[in-house]
């Protein structure tokens, strides 16, 4: 069956480091993936897309990069700061017209 | 500004008991979606609509059901068939009727049991 795995332990790192996120999936061959940022009791925010035939995707301090191969995309935060504490989804396309959402990775930035 | 509105924010349901969920946008967009998302859970497609008039089940369609007569709106009725409704349910709409666009999505309606 298609799966989906993000981190399901919470991402801990200091204010400046670099925060790394893992999006791994099974049984898909998706053509997009999408990156979203969901605060507390909020909706998810799009954050960035990128297409089977990218490699990376960078905006501001934002980097997306999506490996067909390994099956596997890696969300970067560059420079974090407390304000990106929040759960960052990533979704994979189902079909032309749907998408399938991951559970979330928790990330937590301390000053 | 344009976006995406859902109402009420909290809602209560008595057992054997429908409510409908409001969603409406103003975005102009032809897709729209409704998703359930349970703690520590990823969100979890209900129905989908890509233009008025029509829409399509998702993978938990059973116990719900949805219209769209206008291209704003898209309401969510939870009937009393759904046995565990208690979760936090999320609207949201695209521009286009493909997966290789981003979703714009309201702040949800977290609905709970009497």
């Known amino acids: 069956s298609q799966k989906i795995e993000q981190n399901s332990e919470a991402l801990n790192i200091q204010e400046g480091k670099t925060a790394t996120l893992t999006c791994n999936y099974t049984?898909?061959?998706?053509?997009?993936l999408q990156w979203y940022r969901q605060d507390p009791g909020r909706g998810p925010v799009f954050l960035l897309l990128?297409?089977?035939?990218?490699k990376e995707k960078r905006k501001e301090r934002l980097k997306v990069t999506f490996d067909t191969t390994l099956k596997q995309s890696l969300f970067h935060i560059t420079a974090s700061q407390p304000a990106d504490s929040a759960t960052y989804l990533c979704?994979?396309?189902?079909?032309?017209?749907?998408?399938?959402f991951g559970k979330g990775t928790s990330l937590l930035v301390t000053p | 500004d344009g976006g995406i509105t859902q109402s009420p924010k909290y809602l209560f349901r008595k057992e054997g008991q429908n409510v409908t969920l409001s969603c409406e946008q103003n975005?102009?967009?032809?897709?729209m979606y409704w998703y359930r998302q349970d703690p520590g859970q990823g969100l979890r497609l209900i129905y989908y609509?890509?233009?008025?008039?029509?829409?399509q089940k998702g993978d938990i369609a059973e116990g719900y059901s949805v219209s769209r007569e206008k291209k704003e709106s898209f309401p969510l009725t939870v009937t009393s068939a759904q046995k565990n409704p208690t979760a936090f349910y999320l609207c949201?709409?695209?521009?286009?009727?493909?997966?290789?666009?981003?979703?714009?999505f309201g702040d949800g309606t977290r609905l709970s049991i009497l």
């Open positions: 609509s890509q233009i008025v008039n029509d829409f």
């Open positions: 949201a709409s695209c521009i286009g009727q493909g997966a290789d666009q981003p979703q714009h």
């Open positions: 979704a994979l396309d189902e079909n032309s017209y749907a998408l399938n």
């Open positions: 990128i297409r089977e035939n990218e």
């Open positions: 975005l102009n967009h032809d897709a």
């Open positions: 049984n898909y061959s998706p053509a997009y």
